[in-house]
């Protein structure tokens, strides 16, 4: 196991087949899942997780699991990754998080997030990041807001129908060159 980033509270590390069982339990909760197009079976998470291990192969980073200091509880993932998808603000970096919802309220998204945020400009050198919700989904954009991301537009998700509740998104972005995160 590699870690990559300590926090007061948080430990970001590499992914390891025991944290398989609670990512698949991530993934199926409807609570967490309610803003994306559908929850994912065991076996789409497996793809998942074989996705993120071959981006961190790809490019020395990726989506972080983020587990709890004190109890070890694996407690959901933040970290980065390429957007893969055409929309005019790629080619880009985005941040991104999903926990458990019993690890909600407790701030652990706000500061896996802002960590994040410092590790890709101080140990990546990355100079911008962004990230994208859907508009129903009020919550990502408070983060958004809370770790200094700015409001860019809003635009239609690609890979989204049209007709889709989903299918409207907004786009926030921060400066890692003159942020203070």
Known sequence: MIQYIETRRLILRSWQEEDIPHLARMNGD??????????????ETIALYNQIQEEFMASGFGTYAVEEKDTGAFIGFVGLRHVTFEVDFAPA?????????????KG????????????????????????FTSLPNKRSQHLMQKIGMTRIKEFGHPLVEPNHPLYRHILYKIDLTTSEK
Not at 30 to 43: G, Q, T
Not at 111 to 122: G, I, M, P, S, V
Request: proline share 2%; net charge positive.
């Open 30 to 43: 409807d609570k967490v899942m309610e803003y994306f197009l559908k929850k994912l079976s065991y076996e």
């Open 108 to 131: 652990y998204a706000t500061e896996a997030a802002r960590a994040c945020l410092n590790y890709a400009k101080d140990k990546l050198k990355l100079k911008e990041i962004v990230s």
């Open 93 to 105: 970096i985005e941040i991104l998080w999903r926990l458990l919802p019993e690890f909600w309220g």
